[in-house]
């Protein structure tokens, strides 16, 4: 495993993460050995753990973690979130967001109880979750957040930008306007904005903040899990993906078979070894569902791109790895711009 630091903080993570998601819902498919993916990802040497009260119900991303954090907190660099009522109902059926509560009052409440659920003193990385523009344009806010990393409780702060693929202008201001170590955004080698325009950002391009990439696999057109017939059942987070999107992303996936076709890389491993090509981003999240997935994306990082892979990565996404869009992805976002 190789690792790299988040900006100029001290926080020295593995090039590929891990993300309690999948563990805590089974929003991706059913996962029977969630301790036994937990453990291979960190014999792995993956010591970047994400989570967020959100994942499950009742916290449960976060109450998975304290047996292993009461036995190896010195060897994990932890991120979790803040921002969702975890409390309060859906605001509508299925999958759709819990309500956010942004005030400073609530902060405390969420971060205290973060805490008590992960059974540890401080977070490494607290991330603010899917957050829209008002919250990063709020002072208030920040000041409190800043409270908590001189009383001890946060290292570093984050941003991570969703639910789904997009919200540039929020982007844009916690990178401008805030001091955060970290922003997180869905980034893959097929669907590289907006994470190309904050690898551009002056703060990022100096290492002053580093990049997360989340759906590194592009909802797995990009693993070699699925195949263009696959058909996710109710509830997969997957299905949500427009069915045209889905085509163009496995048509475009078909220009890059020389990223692992005789290169000793899997499908999947490639994809993520395509992220970690551009040094702006810090660490990718890998969505797994088991233990051969986790020990599959880890050994990813033991296969960089060589200098002719990246050119003819860049050549192929300047071309639209040569397809013709049935569906133009729109970016997501909470602002008028």
């Known amino acids: 495993m190789r690792y790299r630091r988040f900006g100029r903080s001290g926080l020295e993570v593995s090039e590929v993460g891990f993300g309690m998601w999948t563990l805590a819902s089974d929003w991706w498919g059913r996962i029977d050995d969630k301790q036994g993916m937990l453990h291979a990802a960190l014999d792995a040497g993956l010591n970047f753990i994400d989570t967020a009260p959100v994942y499950g119900e009742g916290g449960l991303g976060e109450v998975l973690l304290a047996d292993v954090l009461k036995a190896r907190r ?3 660099v932890l991120t979790t979130k803040c921002g969702y ?20 009052e609530a902060m405390r409440q969420q971060l205290e109880a973060s805490l008590r659920r992960l059974g540890t003193d401080h977070i490494d990385l607290y ?11 709020d ?60 690898a551009a950002e002056p703060n990022v391009a100096d290492g002053r903040i580093g990049l997360i990439a989340r759906v590194p696999h592009a909802s797995d057109t990009l693993s070699g899990k699925i ?26 996936a078909d220009s890059l078979s020389f990223l692992w076709e005789d290169t000793g890389r899997t ?3 490639a994809a993520i070894a395509g992220i970690l090509a551009d040094p702006a981003f810090t660490t990718v999240l890998p969505t797994c569902v088991s233990v051969e997935e986790v020990r599959e994306y880890a050994a990813a990082a033991d296969f960089p791109l060589t200098a002719d892979e990246k050119a003819r990565l860049e050549a192929c996404w300047n071309d639209n790895f040569g ?11 909470s602002t008028a711009g």
């Not at 800043?146 to 929020?170: H, S, T």
């Not at 195949?227 to 475009?252: E, Q």
């Open 139 to 198: 002072d208030a806010l920040w000041e409190e957040l800043e409270k908590f990393r001189d009383e001890g409780k946060i290292r570093e702060l984050g941003v991570a930008l969703g639910p789904a693929i997009g919200w540039v202008d929020e982007g844009l201001e916690a990178i401008r306007r805030r001091p955060i170590a970290a922003l997180q955004t869905v980034f893959n080698v097929l669907e590289q904005e907006p994470g190309r325009t904050f």
């Open 227 to 252: 195949t263009r017939d696959t058909v996710f059942p109710p509830g997969d987070h997957r299905s949500h993906r427009n069915r045209d999107n889905m085509l163009d992303n496995f048509d475009k």
């Open 127 to 137: 991330q603010l979750h899917n957050t829209r523009i008002e919250p990063i344009l």
């Open 85 to 104: 009522d975890i409390e309060a109902e859906r605001k509508h059926p299925g999958q759709s967001e819990r309500p956010h509560d942004w005030r400073p």
């Open 74 to 76: 010195d060897e994990i």
């Open 323 to 333: 397809v013709e869009n049935r569906y133009e992805m729109p970016l997501k976002s």
């Open 267 to 269: 499908v999947g491993q």
